[in-house]
Nanobody, 124 residues
Framework: QVQLVESGGGSVQAGGSLRLSCAAS????????MGWFRQAPGKEREGVAC???????MYASSVKGRFTISKDNAKNTLYLQMNDLKPGDTAMYYC??????????????????WGQGTQVTVSS
């Protein structure tokens, strides 16, 4: 059974940093594209960053230059380093795995396995 478990969320002031982790189990982790998504209250879930099986990445324009997605295949763990956080980054953050690996996209509809989410709150 595929399982994704996020951790690392919390409350920070604007300008601060957090690193989210997503531990994966139950499948061949490094064969598939993975992504980070977020959803704020009353808003649709949006793609933040993704990484394909070869390590190529893609970012939403709103986080480019501030967030970095990475993965440690040996640990089956996906990361999201978030720097210079802004109040607009406040949301529940989810990691997700796709059923394909050679490319990645930021549409949540392309991902079929999801974690339970971790809350990030940024105060001004």
């Amino acid at each position: 059974q595929v399982q994704l478990v996020e951790s690392g969320g919390g409350s920070v002031q604007a300008g601060g940093s957090l690193r989210l982790s997503c531990a994966a189990s139950g499948y061949t982790y490094n064969s598939y594209s993975m992504g980070w998504f977020r959803q704020a209250p009353g808003k649709e879930r949006e793609g933040v960053a993704c990484i394909d099986r070869d390590g190529s990445t893609m970012y939403a324009s709103s986080v480019k230059g501030r967030f970095t997605i990475s993965k440690d295949n040996a640990k089956n763990t996906l990361y999201l380093q978030m720097n210079d956080l802004k109040p607009g980054d406040t949301a529940m953050y989810y990691c997700a795995a796709a059923s394909f690996g050679g490319y990645c996209v930021l549409s949540p509809y392309s991902y079929n396995t999801w974690g339970q989410g971790t809350q990030v709150t940024v105060s001004s």
